[in-house]
């Protein structure tokens, strides 16, 4: 007798390839990669003595790691000039932003939100006479927070 499970079979895993970028400041699309979504929490560390010594370990600071972003350069040049207005001074250069993660069907899965992020820096990938590669553009974003909302 085969054996079965009870109730529908669903796939709930998450795939990493099916994934939006939407940043308030009007950057949005479709990315080849993102990576750095995580955080870590700094160590507090007070060492006490009474009848023996022992090390206590408390929470600290909480540091978001900075999230790149890579895709094909094309004609937007939205990024360019988000970077280029913070090197020539402007001060109102932080806005906030989601990754979310779809299925096959374009149903949202998952939603980190990111905020205060701005370009820390920006690259366009090397030229080579030798290759036909497609160029790529590359964003690091500084954050101030980051939140799974889903």
Request: charged residues 30%.
């Amino acid at each position: 007798m085969p054996v079965t499970t009870p109730g529908e079979t669903k796939d709930v895993e998450l795939v990493g390839s099916w994934f939006f970028i939407k940043l308030d400041n009007g950057i949005e699309g479709f990315f080849t990669d993102a990576s750095g979504f995580g955080y870590e929490v700094e160590v507090i560390e007070k060492t006490e003595t009474k009848n023996d010594t022992r090390t206590i370990k408390r929470p600290g600071t909480t540091k978001y790691q900075d999230i790149t972003l890579k895709r094909t350069l094309g004609p937007d040049k939205k990024f360019w000039n988000w970077a280029k207005s913070i090197r020539d001074g402007e001060l109102d250069y932080r806005t906030n932003g989601s990754l979310v993660i779809n299925d096959m069907s374009g149903k949202e899965l998952s939603r980190w939100t990111f905020n205060n992020v701005w370009p820390s820096k920006w690259s366009a990938s090397d030229l080579d006479v030798g290759t036909d590669d497609l160029m790529t553009e590359e964003v690091t974003l500084a954050v101030e927070e980051l939140i799974r909302e889903k």
